[in-house]
């Protein structure tokens, strides 16, 4: 207690409270300018550093030194009953009461006006950062993720093999956010995205990403928009600038908005109109889900394409664009640290929104096959054929990808070899389950010989199915398509760009990036007899839409 | 639905004309001629436990027999299916089995099989290609199979998206009965004509350790690699018959027009270009910029004149084909068949904007950066490592290609660009004009550009 006592008598308690209220403001102004002067990234922690070198400075100074009117001595060369240490005690309670005030005064000025920022050293200080780190097995312990106060979710997985970097932004917006009148709006800003903010003109986002050696993609589906971005190191600012400007102040002018209706609208004669299959897929899918939004085709009905309204834009981009509804993910020659500073410079002013309405629409149980029959030009006719399914975080979805893999995965898969290769019914074939938020489908498309019988080759197909749910698959086809799938996802990990979607894709469907690892043990677990009874629930006639397109006189042949 | 689909394939010809960052080498190779004349290159890295192998046989199907288009493409679908011991199901099921890649195909001037396997799989792989290039069944029912559904998926090819058609026709009418105007996949009609014989005598002649380069990167130990591929392909048989020697194609002056009428085609295809360039064309970097300003990226003067400040078209490009003699050179694009001449017009002023004007500063720092911005992404996997190594081999260019290529573009200025573009690029009277569309809609407006020649998509070939 008599060194308490003699702490507080020297001031050493007060110099040390003064001491942390001062640092706290030179790292404000320090890390304010910081931004300006454009220093590198660790030279707030570099002034961090010398302030908290100085600390224990101060206070030994404090304690073996005392001010007197006749100038600095040593405090055991004071008299005591001269100390003005008291006075001294005063005037340093005087000065934090003046920082106190400042302090309050920022905090409430940056509440009042939305365009000051508080200079970004003063949070990691006052509530230090999670940088989470894996805790799940098997997870490259080099990967971290963090959540900004706006709750933009990012993860960073750093890789130096090249000097590259690739960063992909998910967007939780897609065809099954949109309804009648809005159908193909999350496609559409997937183009408006490129055109032009309150601060850059039309192309100058891509302008300026190219002349800095990046290129980009994005692509819209049922249940996400995707942008991507693969750049030089070099580039990383220029990228977090160009992503930050468009997700705060994209412009959405009528004019443009018209002219890009008119490149949506090639796009859509490209993929539906003169594309046989793409027309006929878009058919199944309106006819497989009655109630469901993955009934809307992701292009859009062509007269939503032509009726969106300004403001059916504005309030799209406003609730789906905010930070809470996207996850970012950069793989490549980055350090997380200095991601997530940059992530918190650009990207932390955005305010977040109110989450999107979620998707309560369930699709009811199917309650018979669903048929249906384009006739158009075509030499060679087509069968999709289709089954409602789960979503991607169903226990069944993983042994039914592996079935797939079994069905039509390569060449010498059993309805290739039964199909294409030994009855020769079909040209080719192949499958995909969707795999998405929402249950989706498993879904089957053949090409078929000019002249071919459709009924016929739709029978086989269905035989073929029929016949894995009665007596299901072999232990050699099981592991086959395990060494396939291992192998596949070996690759799919060996790029910066694999990795990314890799990590992206858990994180969005399965809540956890980690899950992106789990595929060796989960499908280590798959048993044959899963895959049977998950057959079994599937490839039910009453669970069943087909397709068929094929010329209008092809029937008379017959 | 992807916001533009392949754009950056953008220079589309036998060898990576794009190019290095300044920090971009390749890594070492070893390079090794055997006795038969076949050339190894081995390139080892233990990033990721996989290996890509890439195996180039010169000819292709610039070599197929008059009017058999297609043949070199049969035969290289016919090695996969049987070799040696393995029937064409259990061939499949032994690269499966381990999860393995592997596929045969033709291009222009070689046959390929890349392989990609996993590092404890290297014995397989080597056996598995060794088989297939020297060993192959060549069984006359597959060969049947084989043939009739490739003209059955071309006569479907003819329903889907007709991008997909889209170069044979136009490489067809520009270079005639040239070899580099075959249809690599072949025709309906030319492969009607192609017997099992036939593809029995391909392969003695034209197949062979002669003319084979092997590239492996990957996860493997340089000496035993080196070993195995000797004993393995050390002593295979020469091919029968000398490569045949292909002549410059020569530009045809004026305009000329194919139209290829696909009655109720709400959207026209177009391909406009001439004659280019060889490969030994020595100004690389200059074409590479050239390009890539011109109709090689997102912001091209094509992309921006077409879709950015039009809408009229989803996407635009151009792109330069290099083989052993000149290639093409050609703008494409599609449009609604109501704006097919508009926007034709739009890549002719285009094009004459580029002859005129060339590239200023600003646009060629851009493209610089942009070229070996993007250039370490194509350097990054096994596979690709070891078809970058193949290409170099058969075009007959070293590493330093690549290691020094960020210093040739940075020794492009804008007149050593322009005097390129001047050289490669065709003028706006000197044009052959591909359009696939609606002909009844079209078909008059068209005739202003010059002779049209008429060809139903129906038609059972690509040549007019």
Redesign the interface.
């Given at each position: 207690m008599a060194l308490f006592s003699e702490l507080r008598r020297r001031n050493v308690l007060k110099v040390a409270l003064l001491y942390a209220l001062g640092s706290l403001v030179v790292l404000w102004i320090v890390g304010g300018s910081l931004n300006w002067l454009g220093a590198p990234v660790w030279a707030n922690e570099f002034v961090l550093l010398v302030l908290a070198l100085g600390f224990p400075v101060a206070l030994i100074f404090a304690w073996a030194y005392e001010i007197t009117p006749s100038g600095l001595k040593k405090s055991l060369d004071v008299d005591q009953t001269q100390s003005i240490v008291f006075k001294t005690g005063q005037k340093l309670n005087a000065a934090m009461a003046v920082l106190a005030v400042l302090g309050v005064l920022a905090l409430v000025g940056e509440r009042l006006l939305p365009t000051f920022e508080l200079p970004k050293i003063i949070e990691p200080i006052l509530l230090p950062p999670v940088y989470e780190e894996p805790d799940a097995e098997g997870v490259p312990a080099e990967i971290r993720a963090h959540t900004l106060g706006n709750g933009l979710r990012i993860i960073v997985w750093p890789d130096h093999?090249?000097?590259?970097v690739v960063m992909y932004n998910f967007v939780r917006a897609g065809a099954r956010n949109e309804y009648p009148g809005i159908t193909g709006l999350s496609?559409f800003f997937?183009?408006m995205m490129?055109n032009g903010t309150k601060r850059r003109e039309?192309?100058e986002f891509?302008?300026t990403m190219?002349?800095?050696?990046?290129?980009?993609?994005?692509?819209?589906?049922e249940d996400l928009t995707v942008y991507m971005d693969?750049?030089?190191r070099?580039?990383i600012e220029t990228i977090f600038d160009l992503e930050a400007d468009r997700l705060h102040h994209l412009a959405i002018d009528p004019e443009v908005v018209?002219?890009?209706?008119?490149?949506?609208?090639?796009?859509r004669?490209?993929?539906v109109?003169?594309?046989?299959?793409?027309m006929l897929n878009e058919q199944l899918m309106a006819t497989a889900f009655v109630a469901h939004p993955y009934q809307i085709p992701?292009?859009g009905w062509p007269s939503d394409i032509e009726n969106w309204s300004q403001q059916d834009l504005e309030s799209y981009f406003r609730r789906y664009y905010a930070p809470n509804n996207l996850t970012m993910v950069f793989t490549g020659d980055v350090d997380a640290r200095e991601i997530f500073a940059m992530a918190k410079r650009y990207f932390g002013p955005i305010p977040s929104q109110p989450p999107p309405k979620p998707v309560t629409t369930v699709e009811p149980e199917q309650q018979g096959e669903r048929r249906l029959l384009i006739e158009?030009?075509?030499?060679?006719p087509l069968i999709h054929m289709a089954f409602h399914a789960g979503s991607a975080t169903d226990p069944e979805t993983l042994p039914l990808s592996v079935l797939l893999n079994i069905l039509v995965?390569?060449?010498?898969?059993r309805l290739h070899?039964q199909l294409?290769?030994n009855e020769?019914v079909a040209?080719?074939i192949g499958g995909f389950q969707m795999e998405g938020l929402d249950p989706g489908l498993v879904y089957f498309y053949l090409?078929l010989?000019?002249g071919a019988d459709t009924d016929d080759v739709e029978n086989r197909l269905f035989s073929a199915l029929d016949r894995v749910a009665e007596e299901g698959i072999t232990e050699a086809e099981l592991?086959?398509a395990r060494?396939?799938?291992?192998?596949?996802y070996?690759?799919s990990?060996?790029?910066?760009?694999g990795k990314a979607a890799a990590l992206g894709r858990a994180e969005v469907f399965f809540g956890d990036y980690q899950q992106a690892f789990s595929l060796p043990d989960d499908l280590a677990a798959v048993t044959a007899a899963e895959i049977q009874q998950a057959a079994a629930n599937v490839f039910r006639r009453a669970n069943m839409t087909v397709g068929v397109l094929r010329s209008p006189d092809a029937g008379d042949e017959e | 639905m992807n916001r533009l689909t392949g754009l950056l394939a953008a220079l589309a010809l036998a060898l990576p004309v794009s190019a290095g960052a300044d920090d971009v080498t390749l890594p070492a190779a070893e390079r090794v001629v055997l006795e038969n004349g076949t050339v190894v290159i081995l390139s080892e890295n233990h990033d990721v436990p996989l290996i890509g192998l890439e195996a180039l046989v010169r000819g292709g199907a610039a070599s197929d027999p008059d009017e058999k288009y297609g043949l070199a493409s049969l035969v290289a679908g016919l090695l996969e299916r049987g070799a040696g011991e393995r029937s064409a199901v259990e061939f499949a099921e032994a690269v499966a089995a381990v999860g393995g890649e592997l596929n045969a195909s033709a291009g222009l001037e070689s046959l390929s099989v890349s392989a990609d396997f996993m590092s404890k799989d290297a014995d397989l792989m080597v056996e598995l290609v060794a088989e297939m290039l020297q060993r192959p069944q060549l069984k006359r029912a597959e060969f049947t199979k084989l043939r009739d559904r490739s003209i059955n998926l071309l006569k479907a090819a003819k329903g889907s998206d007709p991008s997909n058609l889209m170069p044979a026709y136009a490489n067809a009418f520009l270079f005639g009965d040239h070899p580099y105007g075959n249809p690599v996949g072949g025709s309906e009609s030319s492969l009607a004509k192609i017997s099992h014989g036939d593809a029995l005598a391909y392969y003695q002649n034209m197949i062979g350790g002669d003319r084979l380069i092997i590239s492996v990167s990957g996860d493997f130990e340089l000496a035993a690699m080196r070993e195995a591929l000797t004993t393995a392909f050390g002593e295979w048989r020469a091919a029968a018959e000398p490569l045949p020697d292909i002549a410059a194609a020569v530009a045809v002056p004026g305009a000329r027009v194919l139209l290829i009428d696909k009655p109720g085609a709400t959207q026209s295809y177009f391909r406009i270009g001439n004659i280019g360039v060889a490969e030994s064309y020595p100004k690389r970097a200059e074409l590479e910029l050239a390009n890539t300003v011109f109709g090689g990226r997102f912001t091209s003067m094509l992309m921006t004149e077409l879709r950015t400040k039009s809408g009229l078209s989803y996407g635009a490009r151009s792109s330069v084909a290099r083989y052993t003699q000149p290639g093409s050179v050609f703008i494409s694009s599609f449009t609604e068949t109501s704006t097919t001449v508009e926007a034709i017009e739009v890549a002719i002023s285009t094009l004459g904007q580029l002859r005129d004007n060339g590239l200023d500063d600003a646009m060629i720092v851009s493209a610089r950066n942009y070229v070996m911005g993007q250039f370490p992404p194509r350097l990054e996997t096994a596979a690709q490592l070891a078809g970058v190594f193949a290409m170099l081999e058969a075009v007959g260019l070293d590493a330093s290609y690549i290691n020094n290529y960020g210093a040739s573009l940075a020794a492009a200025t804008g007149e050593s660009i322009a005097a390129v573009i001047d050289e490669v690029y065709p003028t706006p009277d000197n044009l052959v004009f591909v359009v696939l569309g609606d002909a009844e809609l079209i078909r008059d407006q068209l005739a202003a550009y010059g002779p049209v020649t008429e060809l139903s998509i129906s038609e059972p070939r690509f040549h007019p």
């Open positions: 093999d090249i000097p590259n496609h997937e183009h490129f039309q192309g891509d302008e190219e002349a800095a050696g990046g290129s980009n993609n994005a692509y819209t589906s693969w750049f030089p070099s580039a018209e002219s890009e209706r008119g490149v949506v609208y090639s796009e004669r490209s993929g109109d003169n594309d046989n299959d793409g992701v292009i158009a030009e075509a030499q060679a995965g390569d060449d010498s898969s070899q294409v290769e020769q040209l080719a090409t010989p000019p592991q086959k060494n396939i799938m291992i192998a596949d070996w690759r990990l060996s790029t910066i760009n | -």
